[in-house]
């Protein structure tokens, strides 16, 4: 393909940037189709374009094309915007009577104003809250996940204080304001990958049901569990530290 596997895996995984025409040539090579090569180009221009209303405009393509796109955080970036409320923030940008102020960003998320001010220098910083032309502030309306499933202590660490938000929740919303549900059940281990499919595909069927309605009044937290509950006696897996 007069491309190195190094230099591939670097391009597919986000970390070497393409131009758009560099793009398409790549992915005529990898045997993509016409549709295919579109939404690769698109997906290059969204992160690497050199403007930002270049990575604007792919965005909005990838969008109307209906799935949600998610792009992975660099292990260095996650960490700076790691704590919950950087993300909460990015949704309060979607309701219409968002403000910049930290004060008021503090009083939604029962946070504190120097938290509320410091997050929000960073999400501009990362121009993940992004100005528009009309002075109004937004989120650049781009999905974050971590893409290649790898353990990660800072990612374990986002999700823990998602568990300590449930579980405040469960003290302090009504039941008609929440809702919490859990199974066990039994699974044959060859199924494992074919539910996970199953959840995320219902992670991204949520997401796109959820845009349709513009009227945005509250912020919610959506979360989904699936562990084992029992021990593998051969098991000498390890998390990352």
């Known amino acids: 393909m007069g491309i190195s596997p190094a230099r591939l895996s670097s391009i597919m995984s986000g970390r070497y940037g393409l131009s758009r025409g560099s793009a398409s040539q790549l992915g005529a090579r990898l045997g993509m189709d016409a549709k295919e090569v579109q939404k690769f180009t698109d997906m290059v221009e969204s992160e690497h374009g050199r403007s930002r209303e270049a990575r604007h405009v792919a965005d909005k393509k990838l969008r109307e094309e209906g799935a949600p796109i998610y792009y992975e955080l660099e292990d260095a970036a996650f960490k700076v915007i790691s704590d919950w409320y950087h993300f909460a923030i990015l949704e309060l940008a979607k309701l219409k009577s968002f403000k910049i102020n930290p004060e008021w960003i503090a009083r939604k998320l029962a946070i504190t104003p120097e938290e509320a001010k410091n997050a929000v220098a960073r999400l501009v ?40 938000k449930t579980m405040e929740a469960m003290e302090t919303h009504p039941v008609g304001k929440r809702e919490h549900f ?15 499919d199953k959840i995320r595909a219902f992670r991204d069927e949520l997401a796109l049901d959820l845009a349709k309605n513009s009227k945005k009044e509250s912020v919610y937290q959506i979360s989904l569990h699936f562990f084992p509950l029992t021990t593998e006696d051969n098991s000498h897996e390890k998390m990352d530290s």
């Open 182 to 196: 859990s199974m066990s059940v039994a699974i044959s281990d060859e199924d494992l990958p074919r539910i996970q």
């Open 125 to 164: 910083q990362m121009e993940m809250l992004v100005k528009k032309p009309d002075s109004s502030w937004a989120h650049n309306d781009r999905y974050f996940a971590n893409i290649k499933q790898l353990p990660n202590k800072t990612v374990r660490e986002y999700h823990r204080q998602i568990l300590k």
